[in-house]
């Protein structure tokens, strides 16, 4: 078991080009072809401490066969992994596409541009960013939506709340490890939102703390719109108004 766990034992040494192939699907499944997991020698009974009879021969093929089995359940595994880290890189992120947008995406896929009306209600009017909760859609296209398909562009990292006014103040992850800070103030029956429009910021103002952290990037719409999904879902109080005086310079984005 021990030998059938750790290392594949076949027999290259007679078939040059069956082993640089070999390689070559090696590389691009990014598998180290190394003694932890394949050993190229020329096996014989000897080897193996077999004698050459029928019942020594028949376990020998048998062990063979083990380590076949071992080695293209590790290759469907890794392809397995490489195949999800190719869809994760290539998802299409649908937050922050127009209704118009939408429809075209959908009819793109087979659907019907009604597909887009549904997820533009999903997503903007009940702020909903799974697609398992979306109970109007067929399961087969909220299976697609589920491996092909981003909603939601951001990840709330920690929120405070001020101890002298209704304020709350949201910080947020972004999918590229970047952070953004969105604020909610209440005041009597007025809710206004700050919104963020940029990672950073290139105006570089005295009195401002994000210009002296220099700019990175603009914000998409998607990760605009995620700011103020988040705190409506967070909040009872209706929004009133929404500014755009949180992190970065709205008109250069």
């Known amino acids: 078991d021990s030998i059938v766990k750790n290392a594949i034992f076949l027999d290259f040494d007679n078939d040059a080009a069956f082993k640089k192939k070999f390689k070559k699907i090696g590389s691009f499944l990014k598998i180290n072809f190394k003694p932890k ?133 949201y910080l947020f992850k972004l999918s590229d490890n970047k952070y953004i800070e969105t604020v909610s103030m209440i005041l009597e029956n007025r809710h206004t939102v700050c919104l963020s429009s940029q990672v950073g910021c290139a105006v570089d103002c005295d009195f401002c703390s994000t210009g002296k952290m220099g700019f990175t990037r603009n914000l998409t719409s998607g990760e605009i719109i995620d700011q103020l999904i988040y705190v409506k879902k967070d909040t009872k109080t209706p929004v009133t108004n929404i500014v755009f005086m949180g992190m970065g310079e709205p008109f250069l984005n």
């Open 37 to 169: 997991y394949l050993k190229f020698f020329n096996p014989s009974f000897k080897t193996f401490g077999f004698k050459n009879n029928h019942k020594r021969s028949k376990t020998y093929k048998n062990l063979l066969n083990k380590c076949w089995t071992v080695f293209i359940n590790n290759i469907l595994y890794r392809l397995k992994l490489l195949i999800l880290d190719m869809l994760q890189s290539s998802k299409t992120l649908l937050k922050g596409m127009s209704l118009h947008e939408l429809k075209t995406w959908c009819q793109s896929k087979g659907e019907s541009s009604f597909r887009g009306m549904q997820l533009f209600e999903w997503m903007y009017k009940k702020g909903v960013s799974s697609p398992e909760k979306m109970v109007n859609i067929s399961n087969n296209f909220k299976n697609y939506l589920q491996v092909y398909t981003e909603l939601s562009t951001l990840s709330l990292e920690s929120k405070i709340k001020s101890k002298l006014e209704n304020t709350t103040k």
